[in-house]
């Protein structure tokens, strides 16, 4: 293209500009004149969360590597950001460690030749861009820029005839300005080794602004910030997940689904309290559609909030989220407010979608009178009685519509239980790894989401296990030998309890090698942990009886907490019992139950 006289432009879509840009009309109904090209580029605060590796949702900083090269490099500039940005890939990657050290003032600058010191004092002594391998070139050689250019390109394609002749030229121009022979050739071949992956210093500038202005915004208007940014990601559950854990550390709240108060996006919303959250969005759910919920939405401002279930029915034609779409809000709670027996209703959308097409064919028939009549119809007077849905059935129901779970994390029934074993949470992992000593030993706990099985260089086979636990995920590294075992035991949907030893790599990071697993209602008889049911339905109280009826005698105690009539009755039933991973997931099963916990 060049020889032809034309000039190639790539050109590049980013979707971070435009959640940028989201965010800043979001800030603009408080802040009026606020504009992002204005913010201050030496935050101190900006840089603090930087520095903690708090960069989740931040445009290339967000990986776990880069969020462990951070915590090390402690920025303080906006150059820094861009060194980082341009080192922070194969082949420069390696420069990481001396650029941290020689910036903390662990290891000494040093200059290939003092007349370089002028262009490489900005990173240290070491070469990260190509304008930098230009500039040496006509310090050193007499080089013009044009020329400069020509050996830039020839060292980063690695042009063996074009780089003979540029080395020649560069050791000729060398000596003109009274270096040696051996010095000029040294020189080139460090150069050149440098320049093979050299970064666009414009361009990593370019990269580092959009990173460091979403993290500016994340550190002043974390709320809004992140609304954008999950409105964008909605379709990518392990994001969205990975982003609710990161609302949990700032201490920000999410609320569920609602259908008054959620919208097709992802949306700012204050509480009673008049705390900031952020509201999931309707879209982001399985088998919703974005635009029948902008449909609904719109319908809700015309028509008014839902004041019930048969409200909703009467006001919105259901064909517009079908079948799916309705069990998908149905299952994750969406019309809790309106409508607390979720089973019920569930069982009830066949009704619901027959009752919504008459009422549409009528009003395409005209048949007005007999519109207004089916309109003002309770058809929830119609729906058969059953009881609602078990914790089970929640927790499950709950991660098929979001992909994630938000108010039914099956660890949360095991909070005291991990603090007895000592549980290593995945939030400890998200701070800074500076003070904890090598090859330590943990204990983590959680379900596991996937198994990758990999093959080392030497052709063994190993796999990379990641669990998610009520603040994250974490990835632990399984042996061979390992693996057969945790298949022998291993059963979908179970919490499981590693002890693993903690590794800290080169690269800032972390492996998690595991070294003993086994499930975690092993350690409940263990220890006589007692076991406390919180009684929505007295009707589980039957069910209840004839599951512990079943069981053994071991060290466990019974507790009962009722709920009955705006009143709380704690019993103890005096009966110890054994408990076991079988009759744990058949309490688990029973309806009627809110809650259960471990002590």
């Not at 609320?255 to 309707?282: A, H, T």
């Not at 239980?417 to 090859?439: A, C, D, G, H, P």
């Not at 099985?453 to 603040?471: F, H, P, S, V, W």
């Amino acid at each position: 293209i060049e020889k032809a006289g034309l000039v190639k432009f790539d050109i590049l879509g980013l979707k971070t500009l435009s959640i940028i840009a989201g965010t800043e009309k979001l800030i603009r109904k408080e802040k009026k004149n606020f504009k992002i090209s204005e913010i201050n580029l030496n935050d101190n605060k900006t840089f603090e969360d930087l520095s903690n590796g708090q960069t989740v949702g931040v445009f290339q900083l967000e990986s776990r590597g880069m969020q462990s090269a951070l915590r090390g490099l402690k920025p303080d500039r906006f150059e820094d950001i861009i060194a980082v940005v341009a080192l922070y890939r194969p082949g420069p990657m390696e420069n990481i460690p001396s650029y941290i050290s020689r910036k903390h003032g662990k290891e000494k600058v040093q200059y290939m030749h003092k007349n370089l010191s002028s262009i490489l004092e900005e990173t240290y002594g070491i070469f990260i861009y190509q304008e930098q391998v230009m500039q040496a070139a006509q310090i050193l050689a007499g080089y013009t820029l044009s020329s400069a250019d020509i050996l830039r390109r020839a060292m980063g394609k690695k042009d063996k005839v074009e780089m003979a002749m540029q080395n020649r030229k560069f050791v000729e121009g060398a000596k003109l300005k009274g270096l040696s022979s051996n010095n000029a050739n040294e020189i080139f071949e460090q150069i050149s080794a440098f320049a093979g992956y050299g970064f666009n210093k414009s361009h990593a500038a370019a990269y580092a602004l959009i990173a460091y202005q979403c993290a500016w915004l994340k550190s002043h208007y974390p709320h809004e910030f992140f609304s954008c940014l999950m409105s964008y990601d909605s379709d990518n559950t392990d994001k969205i997940s990975d982003y609710i854990n990161d609302l949990k550390r700032l201490s920000i709240k999410f609320l569920p689904p609602d259908i008054n108060m959620s919208y097709n996006y992802f949306s700012v919303e204050k509480n009673k309290k008049l705390e900031k959250c952020v509201r999931c969005s309707l879209s982001s759910l399985k088998n919703v559609g974005n635009e029948a919920i902008k449909s609904m939405v719109q319908i809700r401002n015309e028509k008014g909030k839902f004041l019930d279930i048969d409200d909703f029915i009467n006001k919105v034609p259901l064909n517009l989220l079908g079948k799916r779409g309705m069990e998908s809000l149905v299952k994750c709670g969406t019309f809790d407010k309106i409508y607390k027996n979720r089973n019920k209703l569930f069982n009830s959308i066949p009704i619901m979608l027959l009752h919504s097409q008459k009422t549409l064919k009528d009003i395409r028939n005209n048949q007005g009178s007999l519109f207004n009549t089916i309109s003002n119809l309770e058809l929830s007077k119609s729906f058969s009685e059953t009881s609602d849905w078990c914790i089970a059935e929640n927790e499950l129901n709950e991660l098929s519509s979001l992909g994630y779970y938000l108010n039914y994390h099956p660890l949360k029934s095991y909070t005291n239980v991990l603090k007895k074993l000592n549980i290593t949470s995945s939030y400890f992992f998200q701070k800074s790894l500076e003070q904890i000593e090598n090859n330590r030993f943990l204990k983590v706990a959680g379900i596991v989401k996937k198994v990758l099985k990999r093959k080392t260089q030497k052709g063994d086979t190993y796999a990379l296990i990641e669990i998610n636990d009520i603040y994250g995920n974490l990835e632990i590294v399984f042996d061979e030998l390992n693996l057969e075992k945790f298949y022998e035991i291993y059963e979908k949907n179970s919490i499981y309890v590693f002890d693993v030893e903690l590794r800290l790599d080169n690269n800032f990071g972390y492996r998690l090698i595991q070294k003993r697993i086994f499930p975690i209602t092993e350690v409940l008889d263990r220890y006589g942990l007692d076991i406390e049911f919180d009684i929505e339905d007295l009707v589980s109280l039957k069910a209840i009886k004839e599951k512990i009826d079943l069981n053994s005698v071991g060290n466990s105690n019974i507790m009962l907490n009722i709920r009955n009539d705006n009143k709380n009755i704690s019993l103890n039933l005096n009966k110890k019992v054994s408990l076991n991973n079988a009759s744990i997931k058949q309490f688990f099963q029973i309806s009627g139950i809110r809650a259960i916990n471990f002590y």
